[in-house]
């Protein structure tokens, strides 16, 4: 009984000390520390991306995919347009021919209606069908640009934690650090992008 009363005495005084020096006792392998400090660092993301090189070249190549088809479905609601105009008419000239009692002429502009109304329903389809592509394929460009930007920022961003030792990386627009040991490494990742 008077062995468990020391005991325990003890291993609370012993507790109580540690907890009081805060000693730290790795429990595996050595603890490195960065030249930051802290190990983290902080990058703005976003405005990494919007000034890497790259990223304009390839903004500018999307707009200028979007202009070509854009052109392409201006083209087409042109045509759809102009057989609606040559519609108006066929629908004048058959008040005409009704009038005349001209069932000959009612017969060939019925044709001609049917003709002109089948290219506007195909011209319907061409424009529904090319701007959905278009939709497809810018998001699909935007897709596959980003990726290639994000890679080569991905490679600068190993590049200097692994020269630092820095442990951590951390968009800068997503955590808030009030400390002055916040490293914000920005200009240095933009500066590394120069001429990619």
Not at 104 to 133: N, P, V
Request: aromatic share 6%; charged share 30%; with cysteine.
């Amino acid at each position: 009984m008077f062995s468990k009363k020391i005991f325990l005495s003890f291993f609370i005084l012993f507790f109580l000390f540690s907890a009081a020096c805060a000693v730290e006792i790795p429990l595996s392998g050595s603890v490195k520390r960065g030249k930051t400090g802290n190990g983290i660092v902080f990058v703005d993301m976003e405005k990494v991306f919007n000034a890497h090189p790259m990223s304009e070249r390839l903004k500018n190549e999307m707009r200028s995919f979007a202009q070509t088809r854009k052109q392409a479905i201006e083209e087409m609601i042109k045509e759809h347009d102009g057989a609606m105009e040559r519609i108006k008419l066929i629908n004048i000239k058959i008040t005409e021919a009704h009038e005349a009692g001209d069932t000959a002429a009612l017969a060939e502009l019925a044709l001609r209606m049917d003709e002109e109304q089948k290219f506007i329903q195909q011209q319907k389809d061409k424009i529904s069908d090319l701007s959905k592509r278009t939709k497809t394929e810018l998001a699909m460009m935007e897709e596959k640009n980003s990726l290639a930007v994000l890679k080569e920022i991905d490679a600068v961003l190993k590049e200097i934690s692994e020269r630092t030792e820095v442990g951590i990386i951390l968009d800068k627009q997503s955590v808030l650090c009030a400390s002055g040991l916040c490293r914000d490494i920005t200009d240095e990742v933009i500066k590394r992008l120069e001429g990619r």
